[in-house]
């Protein structure tokens, strides 16, 4: 065919099948040509037709139809029934004092939380799914090879013993194929009730697709996410070998040529966990699944022998701690043994802000009063930073060995955070996007802001003037604000302090007002409190094997707590 004199036909009345489409009926989704509208609009009287131009199709909301009053379109929602109601339902004494929305208002909301479900489906849940089943795979591969190599040691054996064995040798093979048969059948069962689950995750994907591009509420509203159910993963299960124990070679040969030991397949509920997306700080490394353990335990308490408010504590290794309080000189203790190992003055005399250890093992402290950053290195203070008009605050030691420093203005109305390369200015945090400012300004304790960066490489700080965790990624752009968890322990107000985060990803910050620690996932969501009887916790800090240290304020201690399994 020419292009040139071809063309693609317009599109037709769906009544009189000749006339060019002017209108459509939102209600019945039927295109009409002008001469046909009134036509249709008499064919269903029963229906609330809504004819539009053909261009402005589906830009009517299709109002849910009321499961009481037949035929009533519900333009308003019961936020306390959770339903769609009508104009004769609101007439009615069930729904008297409740909250009422109009439809369209909650319409956005839902729509946003089937989008949040199916972002989680499509992004978390599913390919989480893929992973167990390609761990399953894996395993029943590694299986195959493990009987395989059993099934070998038992041929070498065999063959020291001749021909009298042979038949003894095929027996108890077979036997190791039974086993490994049953093992690899269950396995297989495990595998394609995986697969079930992840073609069913699909399906619910394809269909909240078609409910969230429809303009039909009705539609929207019959959505029901199977995603409670999605997430709680399936058990890990985890095969044990059959030993083979070779026996000496006497009279009794079935039992001194040896026996296979009998086995199972494990069930572990926390075999599993969700996926994550998560940088490495180092290529190629993927840190163990650590689950929260049911109660935090305190492993031990450190008394470090402070006349005054224990204010920070900083590890040094999985066996010393650094701590600071409102004196002059910052202490090194030995965790096991709970003793002063080393004593540093600072160089004023006076209290350091706050304290962090380089990737090196140096460590780093901030000073107010004279504007100061310094290291110290063999016992010997340096000054790093010297600031004009800023006052810094928290600091911390990044990855790749940057420090971050929090500072405030002389006149104590601006806050920002600003990452040192050395002494070299290497990028400054401040304001988001829109160009309003990141963290509050003005002073309420001698400390109150803390800082440190997360595995993602998210900077996360605690804004005690804000009530919140700020967090920023890389690059310094905003991802969430974290204000806190209901109901508190002691339902006081979120005031954070201290801040850390573990070899997970999570990020921990001191709740000062509520005797407890937050436990927070890198998106912001609250998993937990931590308490074990906490007194003005304060400074955070995690050593390599994700113990929590805690320097409570009152009574100057320090708590290692196991909270990870």
């Not at 093992?183 to 619910?204: V, Y």
């Not at 996410?225 to 709680?232: G, L, P, Q, Y």
């Not at 699944?289 to 999985?318: F, H, M, W």
């Not at 010393?320 to 080393?342: C, F, H, P, R, V």
Request: with cysteine; aromatic share 8%; net charge neutral.
């Amino acid at each position: 065919m020419d292009p040139r004199t071809s063309a693609q036909d317009v599109m037709r009345c769906d009544l009189c099948k000749t006339a060019v489409v002017q209108m459509h009926c939102d209600t019945c989704l039927v295109n009409l040509c002008k001469a046909c509208v009134g036509e249709h609009m008499i064919s269903d009287q029963t229906k609330r037709h809504e004819i539009v131009p053909f261009q402005l199709r589906k830009s009517t909301p299709l109002y849910p139809v009321c499961k009481s009053h037949n035929k009533e379109r519900c333009e308003m929602y019961c936020k306390q029934c959770d339903i769609p109601v009508c104009a004769t339902c609101l007439t009615s004494d069930k729904h008297l004092g409740h909250k009422l929305l109009k439809v369209l208002q909650v319409l956005d909301e839902k729509k946003d939380k089937i989008l949040k479900e199916q972002t989680e489906l499509k992004e978390t849940i599913y390919p989480t799914y893929e992973d167990i089943a390609s761990d399953v795979q894996n395993r029943m591969s590694q299986l195959q090879k493990e009987y395989g190599d059993l099934s070998t040691a038992i041929t070498k054996h065999g063959e020291d013993w001749h021909r009298e064995i042979d038949k003894l040798v095929m027996k108890l093979k077979a036997e190791v194929d039974e086993i490994k048969n049953t093992q690899l059948q269950t396995l297989q069962k495990h595998l394609d009730e995986i697969n079930k689950t992840m073609s069913d995750i699909k399906d619910e994907i394809d269909s909240m697709d078609v409910a969230v591009n429809s303009n039909n509420i009705s539609k929207l509203f019959s959505v029901r996410s199977e995603i409670d159910r999605h997430r709680n993963l399936p058990e890990k299960l985890v095969p044990s070998l059959p030993k083979f124990a070779p026996g000496k070679i006497q009279a009794e040969f079935s039992k001194l040529f040896g026996t296979v030991s009998s086995s199972s397949l494990t069930s572990d509920k926390h075999g599993y966990s969700m996926k994550t997306k998560q940088k490495s700080q180092e290529a190629g490394f993927s840190p163990p699944v650590k689950q929260l353990l049911d109660e935090p335990e305190t492993v031990t308490t450190i008394d470090t022998g402070y006349d005054r408010y224990l204010y920070n504590v900083a590890c040094l290794s999985d066996k010393e701690i650094w701590t600071i309080a409102d004196d002059k000189t910052m202490k090194l203790y030995s965790i096991n043994q709970g003793s002063l190992l080393k004593s540093i003055t600072t160089k004023s005399g006076n209290r350091p802000t706050d304290i962090a250890v380089t990737k090196s093992g140096d460590l780093v402290y901030s000073y107010y009063s004279d504007k100061t950053v310094n290291i110290v290195k063999n016992e010997k203070i340096e000054e790093v930073i010297r600031l004009q008009n800023w006052i810094p605050d928290g600091v911390c030691s990044t990855s790749s060995g940057d420090l971050l420093v929090i500072m405030y203005s002389d006149d104590s109305k601006q806050t920002k955070v600003v990452c040192y390369s050395g002494s070299t200015e290497k990028q400054t945090i401040q304001f988001d996007d829109k160009g309003i400012p990141l963290y509050s300004s003005g002073r309420y304790f001698n400390i109150y802001l803390y800082i440190t960066e997360n595995r993602n490489l998210d900077i996360c700080m605690s804004d005690f003037g804000a009530k919140a965790v700020v967090v920023v990624n890389q690059a310094g752009k905003l991802r969430f604000r974290y204000t806190g968890h209901t109901p508190a322990p002691k339902n006081q107000p979120f005031y954070p302090l201290g801040i850390t985060t573990d070899s997970q990803s999570h990020i921990l910050t001191a709740d000062y007002k509520n005797d407890c620690v937050h436990i927070i996932d890198q998106d912001g969501q609250f998993l937990r409190y931590i308490d074990c009887g906490l007194r003005g916790p304060w400074g955070l800090c995690i050593d390599t094997n994700d113990n929590l240290f805690v320097a409570q304020n009152e009574n100057r201690q320090v708590k290692k707590i196991k909270y990870l399994q």
